[in-house]
């Protein structure tokens, strides 16, 4: 057949079947998701001006685009509050990708929040001596050199430093800002990624110890890959079986209210091994993110390795993003199976609690002390999760704002206790740092009760809230529990106080350094926090529990 003849018929069979309907263009609600787009905005201006901006400035501009973006955000996120979003005006924005609901703006602003004064941790740089007459921060001259090779010293001698860090923290907090509030499968999927890889890399960034920093980096992106493959694959598993990835969808086919279903799904749909194999698999992916027994194999590792303040803002925000994700999923998505998924939060959280607790009492570093430490607040906090009650959405929410505030202090100080080989770390360095220097141990003691659960701190307030809501939801023995972990954890958090005030300072011992006004603000914040939510909580237990209604 000719290309003439080819040619007219396609032409008449286009012109006898019916004109193709209009693609609609997606409807994208920009000011109910400005948060999320400010601070991606922002971290692409650090991308420009990693490009653009002469390496002698780009450290001040990165920390002011940052910072900047960060309070813009926030700023974003009271607005929508006080705008209804949070309670009345509450619904899915973006097609259906994305929830506008009082526990996505509230774990947004705690995360925008600690983000910010992770900036301010990151900038530090009056702690380490000048290098060749240029001040340094916790981050290598240059992070593509071999450790201790020519290229990373004539870095050094330059006065080269790493401010891609500010970007990639900002790409970190845009994921963190998605993933309590997806709502589909595949957005959800997308944020655990988008902060993921940056995590990998700032892990590896550290200018002293580089080998343990990159040996961390490693474990961390190669145990978060294996997650992110179970909770892809329960992705699929859940599609499989639902035949769609919203989240009230999936909903409906679980209840077994759906009406509509297409002939060509209705083989597999309703397939009850795929649900409870595909839930299975995320709630895997999130437990490992939260750092939960037994999937937190990789946490004192990581802490230990990377940057300090790396470390700070991972255990701080990561928690929040994650928490968020998994209360969405549980009580969203899979309600309707809440009698399958309880027993075995039930033992995650007992192990958890319990695990993290007695192991930590082994600890010999500060930094492993404080990841053991949050293993069992993640145990804690499941407690909550785990009441399946409108106090125990609240009871969380109000749990995460506390914990990551004094995460955030407690690693700011650890960054300040110094000796000639960096962060002195290891535990019998800490003897004595109430003589040397009462302030910065007594604000560290403060931490350190807070974490403990002792009365007046917001730790204690945060504990009473999901234990209260344990005990109302039906799971007291979690309670009993949950209590003796405190007690056991109380005794290490005590001994590190005993530690720093009733023994006697090394002569030789390392010096806490002074420093600029930046992580001095993270660390005071962190306190006030802390001692705000202790001594009066109430109206920030209000707040969550009006936060606490998902939409759906």
Not at 10 to 27: E, G, M, V, Y
Not at 148 to 175: C, H, N, Q, W, Y
Not at 309 to 331: E, I, N, Q
Not at 538 to 550: E, I, K, R, T
Request: a positive charge.
């Amino acid at each position: 057949m000719s290309t003439a003849a080819v040619h007219s018929l396609w032409t008449t069979a286009a012109a006898s079947a019916d004109p193709i309907s209009k693609i609609d263009a997606p409807k994208i609600e920009y000011g109910q998701l400005s948060p999320t787009l400010i601070v991606l905005g922002a971290a692409l201006v650090g991308v420009l001006v990693e490009a653009f901006v002469p390496r002698k400035n780009r450290y001040y501009a990165q920390v002011f685009v940052s910072a900047v973006a960060l309070c813009a955000a926030f700023a974003a996120v009271i607005a929508l509050a006080a705008g209804g979003y949070g309670t009345t005006k509450a619904h899915v924005a973006a097609m259906g990708a994305i929830s506008v609901d009082g526990p996505a703006l509230f774990l947004q602003g705690t995360i925008l929040l600690v983000g910010l004064l992770g900036v301010f941790t990151f900038a530090e740089r009056r702690l380490d001596p000048a290098a060749h007459g240029n001040r340094v921060d916790s981050f290598a001259a240059q992070a593509a050199s071999v450790p201790g090779s020519d290229s990373e010293r004539a870095a050094v001698k330059a006065g080269f430093t790493t401010t891609e860090a500010f970007p990639l923290l900002l790409f970190a907090i845009g994921g963190m800002l998605v993933f309590p509030s997806a709502n589909d499968l595949l957005t959800l999927f997308v944020a655990l990624e988008v902060f993921s890889l940056p995590l990998y890399l700032l892990c590896a960034l550290a200018r002293r110890k580089r080998l343990m920093s990159q040996e961390a980096a490693v474990k961390y992106f190669l145990l978060g890959a294996f997650a992110s493959a179970f909770t892809l694959f329960g992705i699929a598993l859940l599609y499989g079986y639902a035949g769609s990835v919203p989240y009230a969808r999936i909903a409906q086919v679980v209840d077994g209210t759906v009406t509509d279903v297409d002939p060509a799904l209705a083989g597999t749909m309703g397939n009850d091994a795929l649900l409870l194999v595909g839930a299975a698999m995320i709630v895997m992916g999130l437990l490992f993110k939260v750092g939960a027994v037994p999937f937190h194999m990789w946490t004192p590792d990581v802490y230990q390795g990377a940057p300090t303040p790396v470390t700070g803002f991972m255990a701080s925000a990561t928690k929040v993003a994650a928490f968020g994700a998994l209360l969405r999923l549980l009580y969203v998505v899979l309600p309707g199976l809440r009698w399958d998924w309880r027993p075995v939060m039930w033992a995650v959280a007992i192990v958890t609690m319990l695990g993290g607790a007695i192991v930590a009492i082994t600890q010999t570093d500060i930094k492993r002390l404080l990841a053991y430490s949050s293993i069992a607040h993640a145990g804690f906090i499941l407690a909550g999760v785990i009441a399946t009650t409108p106090s125990g959405i609240s009871s969380v929410l109000f749990y995460l704002a506390a914990y990551s505030f004094v995460t955030i202090g407690a690693f700011a100080v650890v960054t300040l206790v110094r000796d000639a080989g960096g962060e002195a770390t290891h535990l019998s360095k800490w003897a004595g740092l109430g003589r040397r220097s009462p302030l910065v141990a007594a604000v560290f003691a403060v931490f350190l009760l807070a974490f403990a659960g002792i009365p007046l701190t917001s730790g204690f307030a945060g504990k009473f809230a999901v234990f209260k809501a344990a005990a109302e939801g039906g799971a007291m023995p979690l309670v009993v529990v949950g209590v003796i972990s405190s007690a056991i954890a109380a005794f290490f958090y005590i001994r590190v106080i005993v530690l720093m005030f009733f023994s006697r300072p090394h002569p030789e011992g390392p010096t806490v350094a002074v420093a600029s006004p930046l992580t001095t603000v993270a660390i005071a914040a962190g306190v006030a926090v802390t001692v705000v939510l202790g001594v009066a909580p109430q109206y920030f237990l209000d707040l969550a529990s009006q936060a606490g209604v998902f939409v759906r």
